[in-house]
Each structure stands twice: as C-alpha cells, then as structure tokens.
C-alpha cells in the first residue's frame, strides 16, 4: 500500500514561496501522475497540477503562472513550489497519486490519461501570514 | 472550467437509512469512444484526507463497503449510501477526471439524524 507524506513550512510570509515535499513509499513512482490539491478554510477541493513519472506537468490554468511542480524519482519526492502567496493561499495542501489509463493513438501509441486519485498524504496546513 | 455542483450541501439521515447525494456537471463527462463516465467519489472524515470510494461514476474502489453505490450519466450523478452506519459521517465530494483542469464538487456533508 502506498503511502505518501507531506512536509515543509507551515508558515510563510506573504509575496514569499511556499514550498512543500511529498515522500512516497511502499511503491514506485513509475506510470503514476503525482499531483497537489488544496483545501481551504471551509472550502471544497482544488486541484493545482500533477507531474507524471516522466517529469511532464499540468497545472490550474488559475494558478499556472505561480506553480512549479518536480519530481525526483531516485529519491521518491515530488515536490510544490508556489510564488507570491497571499492569504488566499492559506490552505491545507494534499498530495495524492493518480492513476491513469492507457489509451492507443493513431500511431499504436499508449498515451497515459489522467484519473481519480487513488491515495492521499495526510495533509499540511500551511498559513499565508507576516 | 467544468463546474460540478452538488446537492444538498449538508444531509441529516437515521442509522440504517439511505443516503442520497447528487453531483451536477456544467458539461458532459460521458466519452462515447468507450461509454465512460469521467467521475469519482471521495469520502472526507473529519480531519482525514479524502479517500477514494467510486470511479468510472459506478466502480466500487477495492475495500469499500457495497453499500455505497455511484449512478448516472453524463451530467447528472449519485451517490447512495444503502443504509448508513455511523462511521460514514463525513463529507463527500464529486471530482471530475473528463479534462484538465480537473475539478470537485462543494461537498455535502453527512449526519447522522
């Protein structure tokens, strides 16, 4: 069963970056999608991106121009990197694990979609706050 | 965006009852080349992450209990919990996985009456 763990500061300044590490184990990174999803105060679910085990990304259009999401899969991190938070960014912030399916193109090509998200850290709460 | 909205955002129901959550998508999730719906559903308890309960809007994930059952198609989708028990007090969110960015429910919390 995998398992996976957030860690980092839990809080940060506004105008600084906020960065967050997620561990994984029990388990390979190879053919998942690793992504971020937030939560804040009293709020749903929102997605921020993923990174496959290739190192391509996708991220929220609505946060695309503040988020850097990487992978390191000789150590099983990935991590967030997320510049110029407000206090909007106040939130907790979860990592999960996609899983995808195989889809053939025109080419016999097995390209990867993007699915539900099968396993999630517990969470770290971070606070946006001089 | 897709926008996925769910009702009722909360639901009080007795012990042994069933429980019913809607989930509404602004587009359809239904891909014709493979007659799938692209939806899921989480359970959250409180203070715990969410997990994983449904997929392919009807697919039991491994180890969830078969009173929980997903339904529906293309815009429109359920949530039925068959007879409630105490420990499915939570929040429970529809996600959708038909296209980027990909996007959850509000939520709708459930209580026990």
């Known amino acids: 069963q995998v398992q996976l763990q957030e860690s980092g500061p839990g809080l940060v300044k506004p105008s600084e970056t906020l960065s967050l590490s997620c561990s994984v184990s029990?388990?390979?990174?190879?053919?998942?999608?690793w992504s971020w999803i937030r939560q804040s105060p009293g709020q749903g679910l929102e997605w921020i991106g993923y990174?496959?085990?290739?190192?391509?990304?996708k991220y929220n259009p609505s946060l695309k121009s503040r988020v850097t999401i990487s992978i390191d899969t000789s150590t099983n991190q990935f991590s967030l990197r997320m510049t110029s938070v407000t206090a909007a960014d106040t939130a907790v912030y979860y990592c999960?694990?996609?899983?995808?399916?195989?889809?053939?193109?025109?080419?016999?090509?097995?390209?990867?979609?993007?699915?539900?998200?099968?396993?999630w850290g517990h969470g770290a709460l971070v606070t946006v706050s001089s | 965006d897709i926008v996925m909205t769910q009702s009722p955002d909360s639901l009080a129901v007795s012990l042994g009852e069933r429980a019913t959550i809607n989930c509404k998508s602004s587009q359809n999730l239904l891909y014709t080349s493979n007659n799938k719906n692209y939806l899921a559903w989480y359970q959250q308890k409180p203070g715990q992450p969410p997990t994983l309960l449904i997929y392919?809007?009807?697919t039991r994930e491994s180890g969830v209990p078969d009173r929980f059952s997903g339904s529906g198609s293309g815009t429109d989708f359920t949530l039925t919990i068959s007879s409630l028990q105490a420990e499915d007090v939570a929040v429970y969110s529809c996600?959708?996985?038909?296209?980027?960015?990909?996007?959850f429910g509000q939520g709708t919390k459930l209580e026990i009456k």
């Open positions: 996600q959708q996985y038909y296209t980027s960015p990909y996007t």
């Open positions: 392919w809007a009807s």
């Open positions: 029990s388990g390979s990174m190879n053919d998942y999608y």
């Open positions: 990174i496959y085990y290739t190192g391509s990304t």
């Open positions: 999960a694990r996609g899983d995808p399916t195989y889809y053939s193109n025109s080419s016999g090509r097995q390209i990867p979609w993007h699915n539900w998200l099968d396993s």
